[in-house]
């Protein structure tokens, strides 16, 4: 069971890479993270620590937004969050190249990850941190490859949305054939898609989730 950490090593979480969950800091206090079982050691070198899932949920407690369940967008710090779709405008545009890199980054950022935390060092399929974030996760797929997140009114572009089932999340498209570009792209990215309707209404969508093998 993880301990409550201490201000200083709150300090750490919260500065850990938003994608990866790498942290810095000072060694003692990075051995005393893994001895609360908020953080690991990496066995490859460079040796370095990231945060566990229960270390990702402190750090995530301490950003909530006021409204359960809002779309996660960068905040004012800059901090980077991939766009699920149906947020309000990001400042500075959504497809600036200050944003571009941004997406590139952080995907890069999580292929290491996959890297570093698969026995076989393979990238082709979703790791843990993945498992725990499955609508980031996605948006990340999709963003990073270049489609379009839906505009604040819902249209335009996808919309990556959490279902009640396990491992799985709900990509909406503005047509057929942009779900199937989703699709073909969460595929190459490791996760299994289908196409189902929505009884209410329906329109099509995907159901996608991390490919374990």
Known sequence: MALSPTAAQRRIIAAADPVTGRLRGAEAQLTALVKRGLAFRHPRPPHDHFLTPAGHRIREAAEAPDQPGAPAVPDAGGVFAARVGGEEAVPGGDAGPARLREVRGAWQGLLELR???HPDGSTDRPCAWERSHLVRAAALALEAAG???AGPDGTGGYRVRATP???AVAVHAPDGAALRDCAATLERAGWQTGEHTEPRTRARYL???????
């Open 165 to 167: 089932q396990p491992e």
């Open 115 to 117: 890297r570093m935390t």
């Open 207 to 213: 159901l996608a989730s991390p490919r374990k093998v």
């Open 147 to 149: 489609h379009r997140p």
